[in-house]
């Protein structure tokens, strides 16, 4: 299940927010936990026993680090134990295939049998964030959870379960047992739903629709190739994003406040600064449970970039279980290494627009390495697709209609990506009649969204894979 689709926005979403809202505050965790579990297990209960799995496993490694407070050996025996079993399950479903894949092309002799293992839907976020509460209580920045319904809403909550932000532990714990659920949040929410939903109908789906057509294209011309690229560059942008403000917008609407987790990262004026404005909670789980203990900067500047190394090859791999993600990561840490020891001292000094076209440029390619599979077929057509920006004539007759036809909703993308829009918000919403457009708008997004839905099957959700 999905919250672009219409089974959850007209009959799961207000039949839980229903119920929830009906039942006294003591049973209100209880509910949502088995709402998690309904949700998660939609397509295939069977992968709810597993979640439920981890989060016996954890919720029981919890207390026994806080068991054995005084006891530096045994916490930390608990600790590695839980890490091992939480990663031994990602590692399992989600690159045993891989592994036995390359092993028997390296080792052909040894007749490996390739085993492709379904992936459970979210197990790298759900996996990450459990851990984050593993780790919090051993390190003692929270205390363990006492309450295992309490635990499991938070790891199963289905606002976030699918496809993040990560939400660290910490973050939430006073808001599992003692939230507080008002009306001005839950409008908060609606509005931060409405919004995202507008983001990934409305937005991703048009731009996905004009990459998958410039990228089928046969000499379109080089013109038709950057557009194709810049779609995808919105489409995952607006995908995501969506997704995270849907995720934002939910929590709100059930009393939990999650942190942003895009800052429009498309104005970035270096690669750095873009990832501090993209998918910030995946950024803060590896610099706090990953880069941080390595050493950080603190080390030197070789163990720095050996940790920055690490850490994006680690963030490649975390998006899948191919090699192309994993040059993906390397291609970012290359670039992170780079600016940190010169290239941002130069961007500082150049104009902005200049800062933020080398930004743009360097994201698009990585996008490109993104999308592109690693298998023989996907490189070569990756480099086809590369050839083609730069050679084969600027823009063909076909190109030429294709193009201009893609150009309105590319402009489009291009503004929401800024802050424009939220500016012009700000300056509305000091109108006295502001209530009454804002809800006219919601009304006419809602309207709008919900006829793409019934009228379009390409719904896609990026992130589910991950």
């Not at 851990?131 to 959870?145: G, H, K, L």
């Not at 050839?387 to 909703?409: H, N």
Request: proline share 4%.
């Amino acid at each position: 299940m999905v919250f672009s689709s219409l089974v959850f926005m007209f009959a799961f979403l207000p039949a839980v927010l229903l119920v929830y809202y009906l039942l006294p505050v003591k049973f209100r965790n209880l509910f949502l936990f088995i709402a998690d579990i309904v949700f998660y297990g939609w397509g295939e209960p069977v992968l709810s026993f597993l979640m439920l799995f981890s989060i016996l496993i954890n919720y029981i490694a919890g207390r026994l680090i806080e068991k054995f407070d005084l006891n530096k050996a045994r916490r930390k025996a608990v600790l590695i134990a839980s890490v091992i079993i939480d990663l031994g399950l990602l590692g399992f479903f989600k690159y045993f295939g891989f592994i036995t894949e390359n092993l028997k092309i390296i080792l052909p002799f040894l007749n490996i049998p390739v085993m492709n293992i379904p992936l459970p839907i979210g197990i790298s976020f759900y996996t990450f964030q459990i851990m984050s509460y593993t780790i919090d209580v051993y390190r003692r920045d929270t205390e363990a959870q006492h309450n295992i319904i309490a635990f499991g809403t938070y790891v199963s909550l289905f606002p976030q379960l699918i496809a993040g932000p990560i939400v660290r532990y910490r973050d939430v714990d006073d808001q599992l047992t003692e939230r507080h659920e008002n009306m001005p949040l839950f409008t908060n929410g609606v509005r931060l739903f409405l919004l995202g939903l507008a983001k990934k109908v409305l937005i991703a789906n048009s731009v996905g629709l004009v990459w998958d057509n410039m990228r089928t294209m046969q000499n379109g011309g080089a013109l038709c190739s950057w557009l194709g690229i810049i779609a995808y560059t919105f489409q995952i942008y607006f995908d995501f994003s969506g997704y995270s403000d849907m995720a934002r917008g939910l929590g709100n609407m059930f009393g939990f406040r999650f942190l942003k987790n895009f800052d429009y990262p498309y104005i970035s004026k270096s690669i750095t600064e873009f990832w501090r404005r993209w998918h910030i909670s995946l950024g803060t789980w590896f610099r706090e449970y990953v880069y941080i203990p390595l050493g950080g900067n603190r080390r030197g500047t070789l163990r720095q970039i050996l940790n920055i190394a690490i850490v994006w090859a680690l963030t490649g791999l975390w998006h899948g279980a191919s090699w192309n993600f994993l040059f993906w990561g390397v291609y970012f840490g290359i670039i992170l290494v780079l600016e940190k020891l010169f290239l941002l001292k130069f961007l500082k000094k150049a104009p902005s627009f200049v800062s933020r076209i080398y930004s743009l440029v360097l994201i698009v390619f990585g996008w490109l390495i993104f999308y592109y599979s690693d298998d023989v077929g996907g490189v070569k057509a990756m480099a086809q697709y590369i050839r083609s920006m730069f050679t084969g004539g600027f823009l063909s007759s076909d190109g030429a209609v294709a193009a201009l036809s893609s150009i309105p909703i590319l402009v489009a993308a291009g503004i929401a990506s800024t802050p424009v829009i939220r500016r012009v918000y700000d300056k509305l919403s000091k109108l006295k009649c502001f209530p009454f457009i804002e809800a006219a708008a919601a009304a006419v997004i809602l309207i709008i969204c919900t006829a793409s839905l019934v009228n379009d099957s390409y719904n896609p959700f990026l992130y589910f894979k991950f």
